[in-house]
């Protein structure tokens, strides 16, 4: 029942950013400015670490892109090629953010998605770094950024998760998922 009002509440949001924003706009996939937060009731404990933490255990890309909102350079990532089955985890904190079942070539050089793995895994917000609002998204445990969500994706959602390679790990079926990330 909650989860379907959050459904449709996100439809909403993003009908509406759909009809104010011509198309070059929704291609994009830049970062915001804003800092995530993670939020609270959620089937697993958040990980929060300092600035300092996260510096050690991110690679200096990573860290650009997870905790400064940043956005890698179209058709840079491996992962927006791969097509193998399997999941993939958030590059900060382990916890899987998406399968392989809803991952598409949208095109655009940044692996994306047509629904996140589970809706409690992923938090959003409103970014407006480009100044016309847009749906930044990220890891709902540790707060990484991961990418925008657009509402011109395929079937059966129309959504398109358009997330930084770099933020997350590709962990092929078969493989053994990571423990989640306790700390440094
Ligand atoms: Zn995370």
Known sequence: MEKHVHRTQRR???TAIGLALPAFWLKGCGGGTANAGASSGLPFEPL???EAQWRQILTPEEYRI???EGTERAFSS???QEYGEGI???AGCFLPLFSSAHKYDSGTGWPSFWQPIDDRHI????DFRLIIPRTEYHCARCGGHQGHVFNDGPPPT???WCNNGVALRFVPAGEELPALRKGV
Do not use: A, F, M, N
């Open 12 to 14: 909403l949001i993003l």
């Open 123 to 126: 938090g959003t917000k409103r």
């Open 88 to 90: 993939y985890v958030c």
């Open 66 to 68: 997870l905790r400064r």
């Open 48 to 50: 929060e670490l300092t």
């Open 158 to 160: 129309g959504q398109r």
């Open 78 to 80: 491996p992962l927006d």
